[in-house]
């Protein structure tokens, strides 16, 4: 292992445990004791956790969840998902359990406190946090696990794409949080106040991995073409072309590889071209139209 391999994987785990983090904290000091649901694996956590009275560990109701999340992952998509989405099922469970000894009664009433008479600004808040952590995971090629596994089972046994399926699961789960935790007004502010945080976490997640387009065309010439472009062809399933180029300093005849990959794709491939090829030139630029064979542009990879 080179040292420029050893660098990525320490930056890609202090980008993941940090990204886990910042979707921890939201879900733990605000979303938790104000009883808001807004989607995902902590929204369902949430309300089975406020139908046990008396339980006031919900780090183990998400760590439960995300076992059974796991299983079915595993079971219905494969080993490899398990293993890609295993640890960060576990770190969000440690870095929940963690934080809530920090929940004490001080704590939950500040906290209710603040969301009755900022409601807006915390939501925001968490909204940018959330993002900001998804963004960040996302960079690292993992997946955060949760309700990921079931968009997967969505695209592997319905063929519905990664937005539809978020859409739909998501939004089941705000309203029945919603419809189970809230009354009257109060139901209708957390549907709105989810909309907030949903659309703007996935802004901020985009920007972080993108700067607001989750596709680039990807252009790439190194010395080391055959091994790129059997990886892109086999492990990311996408279709490569080979153009030739020549080099305008030195005159050698070159490869140039042209590919259209996702945000997540486009990172690990980058990773796989440094650790191989430190010296190979890479340009991306965003894609805002995508058809044809070797790239469907709706679909969610059942690998992650």
Known sequence: MNKNSIKRKIKDFIYLNLGVILITIPFVFIMTPNNAVYGGVQGISIIINSLLPG???????????????????????????????????????????????ALTEEVIKTAVGIFESNGFLVVTICGILMGAGLGLALKTGASTGGVDILQAM???????????????????????????????????????????????????????????????????????????????????????????????????DKVLLLCVLSSREYFVLKDLIETIDDGAFIYAARASEVHGEGFSYDSFDERW
């Not at 293993?83 to 576990?90: E, F, P, Q, R, V």
């Not at 997640?205 to 387009?213: A, E």
């Not at 680039?216 to 080391?224: D, G, L």
Request: aromatic share 16%; glycine share 6%; proline share 1%.
């Open 55 to 101: 339980f006031e560990r919900v780090s183990y109701i998400l760590l439960a969840l995300n076992i059974i999340l796991l299983l079915l992952g595993w079971l219905c998509i494969g080993k490899e998902f398990f293993l890609k989405t295993l640890y960060c099922s576990i770190a969000s469970f440690v870095y929940a359990w963690i934080f809530e000894w």
């Open 154 to 252: 969505c695209y592997k046994y319905f063929k519905m794409s990664y937005s539809k399926s978020l859409i739909f699961i998501d939004g089941t789960i705000v309203l029945i949080g919603s419809i189970l935790l809230h009354k009257d007004i109060a139901l209708v502010e957390n549907i709105l106040y989810a909309l907030v945080l949903i659309l703007l976490s996935g802004y901020v997640t985009d920007s972080i991995v993108f700067s607001g387009f989750n596709v680039r065309a990807m252009y790439i010439i190194t010395k080391e073409p055959e091994q790129v472009k059997k990886y892109i062809l086999e492990k990311l399933r996408r279709g490569v072309t080979e153009v030739p180029a020549k080099g305008g300093y030195t005159g050698d």
